[in-house]
């Protein structure tokens, strides 16, 4: 009973798969919708756009850093200004305004600000790079479920084909023609094509689980994919190409321009900084109110910090010179990566040609092999095998037929060119510079003006 249960759920797995693959193509789901899904729904490009943001909000918080404070405060206690005289305690409410402002600190403050902005060109960067591993796992699953879809196809045809072969052994023994052993290697094959073609059926179901992951819904109909992307026409063009414009180079420059800022605060942070304060403050002691006002204007630095600040420099060189030899490496997994990707579309189209030639050899060695087992010159085993040959062959073209959009698909990304825009998916592409554009002045939310800003932008994008 259990064997019949699991039997029955396969042949309505498998007929899920097929008929997705047989339904008509106007209702068939494309590549470029598996793409335009995965990028609206993926968690983790929403999760990168958020880390993106708080990459906006430092250069906010560096420019604030360049502004007057103000800030205010209310004490209220007892207090004995002169111990020595009798009756002097009594309660005493103090209250303050103070505001200070840089004046002049050796351009450490304006460094830090253009060392966020890098920073936030560096996430930005990292952002598109996210958006293609998001776009090339679509591309993957989609053409994964294709695969296995035909895969479960051609391995339930072989069950049909191997079975019919089965039944004509059996006849053929009938009538004394073969022996038991024929019988045996037909029944043998049988149960191994059976297994493969739950094998086939379980493949399927994880290709389907794939899908959903990486779009956001399982599959239905889909359709046969487009012509291969344009890419380069040569190796040297595609690594020229990659070279300009991928995203890991980008941010990788961008992160070593950070880190020689880093050295310039750094050094500036040796150096005292001029600051201006103001302050009002009302006392009130014992029912006598006092008010006092002051201006000035002081020399703040640092004579000994226990080598704090000569580490926090020997720190930001060693890290600008990782930074540079990461951006070398950087460079180099880039060319690799392109080089990989055109050798893998290379192989997969050599491949595909050769299981062409293969299919109608396999084809019409078949033929032969049945024409002659029938006059007696070939063998139960003879057939068998050819039509091993011939399932192989089928096999190999729908795995090269995959590879090969893998791989157009994969050196697109090694090129910096797998992006929705690009692509042009069809979807709303997400604006980074519109959050930074609202932000990078620091506004006062829900106060001033810009806040307000801020307020509509982020119930648009549906994070507030």
């Known amino acids: ?50 880390l993106l943001r708080a990459a906006d909000e430092d250069v906010a918080i560096a420019q ?16 004995d200004p002169n111990t020595s005289i009798s009756g002097n305690s009594a309660w005493a409410t103090t209250a303050s305004l103070t505001a200070e402002f840089l004046i002049y600190n050796f351009g450490r403050g304006k460094a830090a600000v253009e060392a966020q902005k890098e920073i936030v060109l560096a996430t930005r960067d990292g952002l598109v790079s996210v ?18 879809v035909e895969n479960a196809q051609l391995q339930s045809n072989s069950v049909r084909v191997l079975t019919q072969e089965l039944r004509a052994a059996n006849d053929r023994f009938e009538v004394g023609e073969v022996t038991q052993t024929d019988v045996a290697l ?8 059976r297994a493969n073609e739950a094998s086939a059926r379980g493949n399927l179901a994880i290709a389907r689980e794939e899908y959903r992951a990486a779009t956001g819904n399982l599959p239905g109909a889909l359709s046969t994919p ?30 070593v321009a950070a880190a020689d800022l880093a050295i310039e605060i750094s050094m500036a942070a040796m150096k005292p900084a001029l600051v201006g304060s103001a302050e009002t403050k009302w006392q009130d002691v014992g029912g006598t109110d006092f008010v006092s006002n002051n201006v000035g204007v002081s020399l703040r630095g640092t004579i000994y910090s226990g080598g704090k600040l000569s580490a926090d420099y020997r720190k930001a060189v060693a890290n600008a010179e990782a930074a540079r030899a990461g951006l070398h490496q950087t460079r180099l997994a880039v060319d690799q990566g392109v080089a990989n990707a055109w050798a893998q579309l290379a192989i997969a189209a050599a491949s595909l040609e050769a299981t062409e030639r293969q299919i109608r050899a396999s084809r019409v060695a078949l033929r032969g092999a049945r024409e002659e087992a029938q006059l007696g010159s070939r063998t139960t085993l003879d057939v068998l ?5 011939l399932l192989n062959a089928e096999a190999s073209r729908i795995t090269a037929q995959s590879n090969q959009y893998l791989a157009a698909y994969s050196l697109l990304s090694s090129m910096g060119l797998l992006t929705a825009e690009h692509l042009k998916l069809g979807v709303v592409i997400y604006d980074p510079e519109a959050y930074f554009n609202t932000v990078k002045s620091a506004p006062v939310q829900r106060v001033s003006p810009q806040g307000k800003r801020l307020d509509s932008l982020l119930e648009a994008l549906g994070k507030n």
């Open 1 to 50: 009973m259990a064997r019949r249960f699991g039997m029955k759920c396969a042949s309505v797995l498998l007929a899920i798969g097929v008929s997705a693959a047989q339904a008509p193509l106007a209702m068939a789901e494309t590549l470029s919708d598996a793409m335009a899904a995965a990028y609206k729904q993926s968690g983790l490009l929403d999760q990168n756009q958020a």
């Open 64 to 79: 604030a850093a360049l502004r007057p404070t103000l800030n205010y405060a209310i004490t209220h206690g007892w207090t």
């Open 131 to 148: 958006e293609q591993q998001v776009l090339l796992r679509a591309v993957k699953a989609y053409v994964d479920v294709r695969s296995a």
């Open 186 to 193: 037909a029944q043998a094959r049988l149960a191994a094509a």
């Open 226 to 255: 487009p012509a291969l992307p344009m890419t380069a026409k040569t190796l040297d063009a595609a690594k020229a190409i990659a070279r300009q414009g991928h995203p890991d180079i980008l941010a990788a420059q961008h992160n």
């Open 385 to 389: 095998n050819a039509e091993q040959e």
